[in-house]
């Protein structure tokens, strides 16, 4: 049985994965280039979905902080832009500080200036402020709902400082990167934008191979176990504080990626990605989406939305009231998201409801028991 | 306490808030000891466990295990030390396959960049085929766990446990809910694993403790209240008042 439901996992995300490709060759020439920089967008927020699922879906933990991370990394790109795009302003350092009168850069922009920093840190940095974070509350043994509120309670403490410091980081007006160049282009140009879509899409499908490989095998079996019982897996001599530390450490990193590419395709990083709802719709996503199905959590952030920007457009005001839904559907009706109903029972059991599939034998397992009675 | 000794507890002491759970408790296990520990309900049995794996750190005393203190030290470091604990309720990895439950309890070394890197040992995917033999799930190598009877899910822990090569098992109420041919093959089980290993059983069953044959250990209010073969504790005067009831019983 179990064999045979593997292999239809397997056909299920292949023909999903057939889907999404065929899709992200096709966007470029079907989508005008606005509709394409909304997918661009939407695809770079899987990323840090994807992240989510790593440390919910798999190893139990539901963060509500995973903005801090993705700010992290949004900021961090767009302070090498704006300082590499710098040189026309007075003191060349970025315009927004001869407003508050500032006429020396800060010290910790200057590494900002090497695009190789920059690179790295915009996965570094929020893999370490993660791992931190993570080794002092995974230490201490704070879980469950505990975890849940501390972490959000960091968001908010970051989206304070954040939103306060105008003289380091513009404050609440945040950093734009739109107008700012890139190896001579302009950041918001058409362009730009396409080659954006491209790396994006190209980072989506290589983070979920990493994933994939993250909890394929025993260290994924760890977490599933930490997840289910995590007495039982100290126990049994592993350290569930290390794993947790790192699981919690990459999807920091994965956010702040996903936090960088969405910067550069939405023009501005502020504050605003550290504000509660945000992180919590991110947890939503991956809720609507499948919960440790990794794919699930991809499609739930691209396509919640998508139809969150075309609803919007059609009937402003509207959304908050449909994800709320959308989120009693899924707790209620489908506690293993979309792509977890689909890979179970879900639509024979739906089919045969409607009269259109027949019903399995009721103890299908007496016969298996019989099979197997001759060795007990 | 001598050479020979495993284990040693000294004057253990746990106290939740005033009571006390263990008080002033003394046990010696020898190496490849088969142990009974049997006990009413609130003596401090599975406190005992908690003690000695680290997850309850005792008020006063000492346990020595391969001459070296456990107190203090954290519970995956004491398991990595040789002390392995089956649970009372079972307790294995519902989502996981069978497989996949055992492989984690045989993989060594236990870090995380040993998981991620490297494919299981071929010698311990062997370990892995024989245990399954001996428990009878080599048929439900990928099943999910949690799709296992109730008596599967039992032996499928005590597999993790041996699994995991341990100098001291503690089995906690490992028939509980088992039919009596289950009972039966699981304290066999035992006594062959005794020998090699030292084993300390926990249970209420007075017939599978009979069948294990074994030193016993009574507890009574946090405190060893005897010692012996089943027979002498069964004529001993103070384990008939608390627990073993008059004969006629």
């Known amino acids: ?376 | 306490m001598n050479n020979k000794d495993l284990l040693n507890l000294i004057d253990i002491t746990v106290s939740f808030e005033g009571f006390l759970a263990l008080n002033k408790l003394n046990l010696n296990l020898k190496k490849g000891e088969l142990r009974a520990v049997i006990g009413p309900n609130g003596a401090g049995k599975t406190t005992f466990l908690d003690v000695i794996t680290g997850k309850v750190k005792p008020t006063n005393g000492e346990v020595i295990f391969k001459g070296k203190s456990l107190v203090g030290r954290k519970e995956h470091k004491i398991a990595r030390l040789g002390v392995g604990r089956k649970f009372q309720s079972p307790r294995i990895f519902e989502n996981l396959t069978v497989k996949e439950n055992l492989e984690i309890s045989v993989t060594t070394p236990k870090s995380p960049l040993n998981l991620i890197n490297k494919s299981i040992k071929d010698e311990q995917l062997n370990e892995i085929d024989r245990l399954m033999k001996i428990v009878n799930l080599a048929q439900k190598v990928n099943s999910k766990a949690g799709s296992l009877s109730h008596g599967q899910k039992q032996w499928l822990e005590i597999a993790m446990l041996v699994g995991q090569k341990p100098d001291l098992m503690l089995v906690d109420e490992p028939v509980a809910g088992l039919t009596d041919e289950e009972t039966d093959l699981t304290a066999d089980l035992l006594k062959s694993l005794s020998g090699e290993n030292t084993v300390v059983v926990i249970d209420h069953d007075m017939e599978f403790i009979r069948r294990l044959d074994s030193n016993v250990s009574v507890l009574n209010q946090g405190t060893v209240l005897c010692e012996g073969t089943m027979e002498t504790i069964q004529k001993d005067k103070k384990v008939i008042d608390v627990y073993l009831g008059r004969p006629e019983d």
């Open chain 1, 1 to 376: 049985m179990s064999l045979n439901k593997i292999k239809f996992d397997k056909k299920i995300a292949l023909s999903f994965w057939i889907i999404i490709i065929a899709l992200i060759i096709a966007a470029p020439t079907i989508l005008p280039v606005f509709r394409l920089n909304l997918l661009g967008r939407y695809l770079s927020l899987s990323i840090v979905a994807l992240g989510v699922d790593l440390i919910w879906g798999y190893t139990g933990l539901l963060s509500l902080g995973q903005g801090i991370f993705f700010a992290l990394g949004g900021y961090c790109a767009a302070m090498y832009l704006q300082i590499t795009s710098s040189s026309e302003f007075p003191n060349n350092i970025p315009e927004f500080f001869a407003l508050y009168g500032v006429e020396k850069l800060p010290f910790f922009w200057e590494p900002f200036r090497s695009p190789f920093f920059t690179f790295f840190a915009i996965w570094i940095i929020p893999a370490l402020v993660a791992g931190l974070i993570g080794f002092l509350v995974f230490r201490n043994r704070i879980k469950g709902v505990y975890f849940s509120i501390l972490t959000q309670a960091s968001l908010l403490v970051f989206f304070n400082f954040f939103n306060g410091q105008q003289k380091l980081i513009n404050g609440t007006n945040g950093l734009k990167t739109d107008v700012t160049q890139l190896f001579g282009q302009m950041v918001g140009s058409e362009s730009m934008q396409r080659i954006f879509f491209w790396i994006t899409a190209i980072l989506v499908i290589a983070a979920w191979f990493f994933a994939k490989w993250v909890v394929k095998g025993r260290f994924g079996n760890i977490l599933i176990g930490i997840r289910d019982d995590e007495p039982r897996v100290r126990f049994t001599g592993y350290n569930p504080v290390i794993f947790k530390t790192i699981i919690f450490s990459i999807a920091g990193g994965l956010a702040g990626i996903s936090g960088a590419l969405y910067t550069v395709q939405s023009g501005i990083v502020s504050p605003q990605f550290m504000t509660v709802p945000f992180s919590i719709e991110m947890v939503i996503w991956v809720a609507v989406g499948g919960r440790g199905t990794l794919l699930g959590a991809i499609l739930g952030a691209v396509f919640i939305n998508y139809a969150k920007s075309l609803v919007s457009e059609a009937l402003p005001a509207s959304w908050m009231f449909i994800q709320g839904g959308l989120f009693i559907l899924v707790v209620t009706a489908l506690p293993e998201g979309v792509l977890g109903w689909i890979q179970g029972d879900g639509p024979r059991n739906l089919l045969q409801r409607f009269g259109l599939k027949r019903k399995i034998e009721t103890y299908p397992s007496l016969e298996v028991n019989n099979k197997e009675g001759n060795n007990e």
